[in-house]
């Protein structure tokens, strides 16, 4: 089924400004959107704000229509102030100076702070038949899953309190032995999803950005004990990550101030994250 952003439950006020840039307001409705109840700072929220922002912003510059998918292949966070609360508007620049276009959006608080600047590059399939492909796509990957004895019933995740999760947080990840180059995970549509998630949204058909950002959170608080992203971070997306299929996050960088992790499924490296502090 075809997605419909018709309704964003996000983004109001979206008006597109005599230069090209786009401005909005920003729901503070937790209701509608449970992942506010987070920090301002959390990934969580970072990269759901970076994804209603964008296709809000798309739909009104008539770059993408509202039943169109689309796929991020690229996006870096700077943090700005996340003391005084969330975000209640922002701005959306495309820059198409480059070979690679990219955009650019800026959530403000109410003190007129700068909360955080987003930068990304997606796609979007404007000709492919995106559900017949996919469907094909995850049957490989059970064929894979399959051939190479991989399993998801017998995974262990960590518990809530290892991992230092609040009540509406879900474990993603597995223990990890001491000295151990990679964290495993796993994202299923019981954990990853409404309502056994009531944090993280998405259209249900794969492993989405913002779950890789939580994972990437969480494997950060087993390596290094601590899940505060106080500066920046960055993800390069390559393929298609599906639902019920374990990963590995292999450590690629561990430093003092940032760490780095190759995301691995079925032998193949679907995604590069780093975060900062």
Known sequence: MAPNYTAN?????????????????????KAANAWLTLPPHHPVVVQT?????????????????????????????????????????????????????????????????????????GVI???????????????????????????????TYATPQALGLTKDERALVAPIAAGADHVEALVTAANGFPPGNPLIGGSGDHVNSTHFHEIARQATFLVKGR?????????????????GTPMRLNIRDNAESHIAYDIEQLGKTCAQITLRW
Not at 14 to 20: K, P, S
């Open 49 to 121: 704000q970076a994804f209603w922002t964008a296709v809000g912003a798309s739909i009104a510059l008539q770059g993408m229509e509202a039943t169109q998918w689309s796929a991020l292949t690229w996006i870096d966070w700077q943090l700005g102030s996340g003391d005084d609360g969330h975000a209640v508007r922002g701005t959306y620049r495309r820059d198409e100076t480059s070979e690679n276009p990219s955009y650019e959006v800026v959530l403000y608080n109410e003190a007129g702070a700068t909360v955080v600047t987003i930068r990304g590059r």
């Open 9 to 29: 439950p996000y983004c109001s006020s979206i008006e597109v400004q005599a230069d090209g840039s786009v401005t909005f307001a920003c729901s503070q409705d």
């Open 227 to 243: 899940t505060d992203i106080e500066t920046s971070g960055t993800m390069t997306l390559n393929r298609y990550v599906e639902l």
């Open 125 to 155: 399939f404007r000709n492919r038949n995106f559900e017949a492909w996919r469907a094909d796509a995850k049957a490989q990957a059970r064929q894979d899953q399959a051939g190479q004895g991989e399993s998801s019933t017998s995974f």
